[in-house]
C-alpha cells in the first residue's frame, strides 16, 4: 500500500515539475497540458486524474512552491537570536529566491502577458503566510524591546511590498538600481522607523 502512495506522490511531483519547466519557458499560460504531459512522461489523462484542470495544476505549482519557500525561509532564520538580524536575513533571502531565473513568481506573472489566476488565491496561499512570519519577528522585536511598538500587520505588509514593488521593478521594468542597492535602502527605511533609538 505504501508503494502505491509513494507512486502516486512521485507521479504528482512529475507533473508538478514538468509544468514549472514548461511555464518557466513561455509563462503558464501558453504551457499546454501536453507539452507537460510530455516533460512528465506520463499520458494527458493521467494529468487530469491528478488535476481537475490546467488551472489546479497551476494552483497546486503556486501552493507547494510558497510551502517550500516558507520551509526554506524558516530554516534560514530560526536559529537567529536578535528580531532585527531576522529580518535582514529574511530580505536577503527573498532578494536571492525571487531575483534568480525560473522562480515561481517570474513563472506565474512573466512572459505569458497575464494570468487566469484568482488574485484571492494567491493571497491565501502565499502572501498571507509569508507575511506572518514577519508579522511574528516584529511582535518577538516589539517584547525584546528591539523594535518600537508598531502595528506587526501593517509594518509586515510594509516590508512585503517594498520589497515585492522592487522585485517587480528588478523583472519588468527598466530600474538604474542593482537588487543589493535596492536591498540597502529598503533595510535603512524599515529598521529606521522600526529600530528603537
Same mark, same amino acid.
Given at each position: 500500500?505504501?508503494?502505491?502512495?509513494?507512486?502516486?506522490?512521485?507521479?504528482?511531483?512529475?507533473?508538478? %515539475?514538468?509544468?514549472?519547466? @514548461?511555464?518557466?519557458?513561455? $509563462?503558464?499560460?501558453?504551457?499546454?497540458?501536453?507539452? /507537460?504531459? =510530455?516533460? &512528465?512522461?506520463?499520458?494527458?489523462?493521467?494529468?487530469?486524474?491528478?488535476?481537475?484542470?490546467?488551472?489546479?495544476?497551476?494552483?497546486?505549482?503556486?501552493?507547494?512552491?510558497?510551502?517550500?519557500?516558507?520551509?526554506?525561509?524558516?530554516?534560514?532564520?530560526?536559529?537567529?537570536?536578535?528580531?532585527?538580524?531576522?529580518?535582514?536575513?529574511?530580505?536577503?533571502?527573498?532578494?536571492?529566491?525571487?531575483?534568480?531565473?525560473? %522562480?515561481?513568481?517570474?513563472? @506565474?506573472?512573466?512572459?505569458? $502577458?497575464?494570468?487566469?489566476?484568482?488574485?484571492?488565491? /494567491?493571497? =491565501?496561499? &502565499?502572501?498571507?503566510?509569508?507575511?506572518?512570519?514577519?508579522?511574528?519577528?516584529?511582535?518577538?522585536?516589539?517584547?525584546?524591546?528591539?523594535?518600537?511598538?508598531?502595528?506587526?500587520?501593517?509594518?509586515?505588509?510594509?516590508?512585503?511590498?517594498?520589497?515585492?514593488?522592487?522585485?517587480?521593478?528588478?523583472?519588468?521594468?527598466?530600474?538604474?538600481?542593482?537588487?543589493?542597492?535596492?536591498?540597502?535602502?529598503?533595510?535603512?527605511?524599515?529598521?529606521?522607523?522600526?529600530?528603537?533609538?
Amino acid at each position: 500500500m505504501d508503494s502505491i502512495v509513494s507512486l502516486k506522490l512521485d507521479t504528482r511531483h512529475k507533473i508538478l %515539475n514538468a509544468a514549472l519547466f @514548461i511555464a518557466a519557458r513561455n $509563462g503558464f499560460i501558453k504551457a499546454t497540458t501536453d507539452q /507537460i504531459a =510530455k516533460r &512528465a512522461k506520463v499520458s494527458e489523462g493521467i494529468i487530469y486524474h491528478y488535476f481537475k484542470s490546467k488551472d489546479e495544476l497551476c494552483f497546486e505549482m503556486i501552493k507547494e512552491h510558497a510551502e517550500g519557500y516558507r520551509h526554506q525561509l524558516v530554516k534560514e532564520i530560526e536559529n537567529i537570536l536578535k528580531a532585527k538580524d531576522k529580518l535582514e536575513r529574511l530580505i536577503d533571502f527573498h532578494f536571492q529566491y525571487f531575483t534568480r531565473e525560473g %522562480n515561481i513568481f517570474q513563472i @506565474i506573472f512573466g512572459k505569458s $502577458g497575464g494570468s487566469p489566476l484568482m488574485f484571492n488565491y /494567491i493571497l =491565501k496561499v &502565499a502572501i498571507i503566510p509569508y507575511s506572518e512570519i514577519i508579522e511574528d519577528i516584529i511582535r518577538y522585536g516589539i517584547e525584546s524591546g528591539e523594535f518600537k511598538d508598531v502595528e506587526p500587520v501593517a509594518s509586515a505588509s510594509g516590508l512585503l511590498g517594498m520589497m515585492q514593488i522592487n522585485i517587480l521593478r528588478l523583472h519588468f521594468g527598466p530600474t538604474p538600481l542593482s537588487a543589493q542597492k535596492i536591498e540597502e535602502t529598503i533595510k535603512q527605511i524599515f529598521f529606521g522607523g522600526l529600530l528603537k533609538k
